[in-house]
C-alpha cells in the first residue's frame, strides 16, 4: 500500500508557488547580518539626559574622583593580566622551541660519526636473507579432501 502525504507533511499543492531559492537566500542574507554586523553603538544621551548629567556631576565631584579611581584601578588590573596571559604564552613558546631544539640536537648527534645508534637483536646477518636460496611452495587446490596437501601434512603429523 502506498503512503501518501497530508497537509503540512509538504504536499506538491503546499510547495506548488512556493520559490525556495529565494527563501534560502534570505535566510543567509539574516545570518550574515546577524553573524557579521558590528555590535550595535554605545547609547547616545538626548540633550535633556546631558543637561541632567551635567547637573548630577557639579553636584557629585566626589564621587567622580571615586568612580575614577576604581576605573584606573581596573584599568591596572585588566592590564597585569594581559601581562600574565603573555608572559605564560611566551614560557610556553619557550618551552616548545627548547624541546624541539633538544629534539634536533638527538638527531643530529645521533647521524655524527663517532655516535653509533644501538641496533635492534633482528638486525643481525645470521637473522637476514634467510629465504633468498630456497623457493616457497605453492599450495596446490585438490577437489578432494582426502587427497589435500593439508590432509597429508595432518596425517604425517599427528597419525604416524
Not at 94 to 113: C, F, H, K, M, N
Not at 114 to 128: I, P
Request: charged share 40%; glycine share 4%; with cysteine.
Amino acid at each position: 500500500m502506498l503512503k501518501t502525504r497530508k497537509l503540512g507533511q509538504g504536499t506538491s499543492q503546499e510547495t506548488a508557488g512556493v520559490n525556495f531559492k529565494h527563501q534560502l537566500a534570505l535566510g543567509e542574507q539574516d545570518y550574515r547580518r546577524k553573524r557579521f554586523l558590528p555590535e550595535p553603538a554605545v547609547h547616545d544621551p538626548t540633550p535633556f539626559e546631558e543637561d541632567r548629567d551635567e547637573s548630577l556631576s557639579e553636584s557629585d565631584s566626589s564621587d567622580s574622583s571615586d568612580d575614577e579611581a576604581e576605573l584606573m584601578q581596573e584599568l591596572e588590573r585588566v592590564k597585569r593580566e594581559r601581562e600574565e596571559v603573555k608572559e605564560r604564552q611566551r614560557a610556553e613558546e619557550d618551552r616548545q622551541r627548547a624541546e624541539i631544539r633538544s629534539e634536533e640536537l638527538l638527531r643530529s648527534s645521533a647521524s655524527a660519526p663517532g655516535y653509533a645508534l644501538q641496533k635492534k637483536w633482528t638486525e643481525e646477518t645470521v637473522f637476514r636473507n634467510q629465504c633468498h636460496g630456497e623457493p616457497k611452495p605453492k599450495p596446490r587446490f585438490i577437489n578432494d579432501t582426502v587427497r589435500s596437501d593439508f590432509h597429508k601434512k595432518f596425517l604425517s603429523r599427528y597419525v604416524q
